[in-house]
């Protein structure tokens, strides 16, 4: 496996148990292990935002 795949493999792993965390487990009717890490990275960003207090 190539540095680059390995780092992206990792990054995914890493995004997807923060988001199970949160209790996210799928997005509409994919689970997680089947997106792309630009669709991982964009659910997560949505969840972080979404759980932040409103100042």
């Known amino acids: 496996m190539s540095k680059l795949s390995e780092a992206v493999y ?3 792993e890493k995004l ?3 988001l199970i965390a949160l209790g996210i ?3 509409e ?5 089947e997106l792309t890490l630009s669709e991982i990275e964009t ?3 949505h ?3 979404r ?3 409103l100042e």
């Open 16 to 18: 997807i148990e923060e």
């Open 51 to 53: 759980k932040k207090p």
């Open 25 to 27: 487990y799928k997005k």
């Open 43 to 45: 659910e997560y960003s």
């Open 29 to 33: 009717e994919h689970h997680l292990y």
């Open 47 to 49: 969840e972080i935002e």
């Open 10 to 12: 990792r990054r995914k």
